[in-house]
T-cell receptor, first 112, second 115 residues
Framework: AQSVTQLDSHVSVSEGTPVLLRCNYSSSYSPSLFWYVQHPNKGLQLLLKYTSAATLVKGINGFEAEFKKSETSFHLTKPSAHMSDAAEYFCVVSDSDYKLSFGAGTTVTVRA | NAGVTQTPKFRILKIGQSMTLQCTQDMNHNYMYWYRQDPGMGLKLIYYSVGAGITDKGEVPNGYNVSRSTTEDFPLRLELAAPSQTSVYFC??????????????FGPGTRLTVL
């Protein structure tokens, strides 16, 4: 079975500074990987996805992620944080049985 | 398109009561999922369905049941509610192209408290 580890449970950044959210995965085959965002009291929304095409994936709201097979990582970055980026972020890996495995989440706080 | 809709938004149950959480999608997706979200734990898969009439257990199925009589609807049944079932429940739907998943679309969630 596939699994996901989000290396930081909480990240705090100043507005206008870069954001880095780290994700490692384990998989016995070539997985698809996703980042989802959840704003307070809302459902989850897709930020971006990797499905074996380009290893650098661009998503919505200026986020991007790089798939590194050798490091089994799929870290999420944004060059300049905005107050509206305060949310919880989930790294997700596909399973071979039509299921997804979610990481525990990283809470992002943005300081003014 | 309404996407994925869930009812109710909030519910308080007493221990031992039963209820059904409703989920409907209007995107003609074959694949539907029920997750529960507990603080600091991410989302855990309860049950999923790959099409009408086909359901399977996820990671945490105990205490729950599902059915899938139509493509659109995927209700989740809680029998004999317990405090451990206090959680936020999300329904989701998607398509898969061969073994490659497309985006999962999530409903707004149902916040359930069992007292």
């Amino acid at each position: 079975a596939q699994s996901v580890t989000q290396l930081d449970s909480h990240v705090s950044v100043s507005e206008g500074t870069p954001v880095l959210l780290r994700c490692n995965y384990s998989s016995s085959y070539s997985p698809s990987l996703f980042w989802y965002v959840q704003h307070p009291n809302k459902g989850l929304q897709l930020l971006l996805k990797y499905t074996s095409a380009a290893t650098l994936v661009k998503g919505i709201n200026g986020f991007e992620a790089e798939f590194k097979k050798s490091e089994t990582s799929f870290h999420l970055t944004k060059p300049s944080a905005h107050m509206s980026d305060a949310a919880e972020y989930f790294c997700v890996v596909s399973d071979s049985d039509y299921k997804l495995s979610f990481g525990a989440g990283t809470t992002v706080t943005v300081r003014a | 398109n309404a996407g994925v809709t869930q009812t109710p938004k909030f519910r308080i149950l007493k221990i031992g009561q039963s209820m059904t959480l409703q989920c409907t999608q209007d995107m003609n997706h074959n694949y539907m999922y029920w997750y529960r979200q507990d603080p600091g734990m991410g989302l855990k898969l309860i049950y999923y369905s790959v099409g009408a009439g086909i359901t399977d257990k996820g990671e945490v199925p105990n205490g729950y049941n599902v059915s899938r009589s139509t493509t659109e609807d995927f209700p989740l049944r809680l029998e004999l509610a317990a405090p451990s079932q206090t959680s936020v429940y999300f329904c989701a739907s998607s398509t898969w192209d061969s073994w490659v998943p497309d985006t999962q679309y999530f409903g707004p969630g149902t916040r359930l408290t069992v007292l």
